[in-house]
């Protein structure tokens, strides 16, 4: 069970990568992306990666659960910035 684990958990952290790129290209504000479902992911891989270091004493799931923490909290940070310029596109478009 460990293994299974382990593995889909190593394939997760690749799995930001994709959304990642799309949200850096994106230029609709990345309207498809749910503050509030990225932000559970963020939180729930967080205290998991808490919860490992403090009760488990488990680096290894807790260095996994924090490379997940950051890859949802990447996908947060982008779609703030993405959402942010195309704000300002749009505003400087209707004040030409």
């Known amino acids: 069970m460990l293994a299974l684990f382990s593995f889909f958990n ?3 952290v690749f799995s930001y990568v994709p959304q990642i ?3 850096a ?14 932000a559970m992911w963020t939180c729930a891989n ?17 260095f996994i659960s924090g490379v997940n923490t950051a ?10 910035v993405k959402r942010r310029q195309h704000r300002e596109r749009l ?6």
Do not use: Q
Not at 49 to 59: F, I, K, Q, R, T
Not at 71 to 80: D, H, P, Q, R
Not at 91 to 96: K, N
């Open 46 to 62: 967080g205290s998991t990666l808490g919860y490992a270091a403090v009760n488990l004493h488990d680096p290894w799931l807790a």
């Open 91 to 96: 505003e400087a478009r209707s004040a030409a």
């Open 10 to 12: 190593f394939l997760r």
């Open 21 to 23: 790129i799309k949200v």
């Open 71 to 80: 890859g949802c909290a990447i996908v947060i940070a982008l779609t703030v």
């Open 25 to 38: 290209r994106d230029e609709h504000g990345a309207s498809a992306i749910s503050y509030s479902t990225w």
